[in-house]
């Protein structure tokens, strides 16, 4: 059982890209409380990594693409959620969805 508790906390470590597991007392590793990491809050900025971003009406591709923004890079917009690896921001008092590979969090 140690060893099933153990791949699991390695495999969770490696899935955060951090230390996630401490010892325990003999007992086994645990889920350190600092291992996950913490969602910006809402209001803060984001920049856009890409010049043409498609902003969509969903957390998906499935979702149809509201409006093309061209010249983006280096351009800042307000997060306001996340969904998976989407991110939901706010653009000229707009909202949107854009996957998170195209915007970098500050």
């Known amino acids: 059982m ?5 791949t699991i906390c390695l495999t ?3 899935l955060l890209g951090s230390v996630a597991c401490a010892p325990n007392s003999g007992q086994g590793p645990v ?11 809402s ?3 984001v920049l856009f990594k890409v010049s043409a971003i498609n902003l969509r009406s969903g957390p998906g591709l499935q979702f149809p ?5 061209e010249n ?5 917009a307000v997060f306001d ?15 949107y969805w854009v996957n ?4 970098q969090r500050n």
């Open 81 to 95: 959620g996340v969904d998976r690896n989407w991110i939901k921001i706010i653009l000229e008092d707009h909202s």
């Open 2 to 6: 140690r060893n099933l508790t153990a």
């Open 72 to 76: 983006a890079k280096g351009s800042a």
């Open 43 to 45: 209001g803060s900025e």
């Open 12 to 14: 969770i470590a490696v």
């Open 65 to 69: 693409v509201k409006r093309v923004l």
């Open 31 to 41: 889920i350190a409380s600092d291992a996950v990491a913490e969602e910006p809050k």
């Open 100 to 103: 998170s590979s195209l915007v």
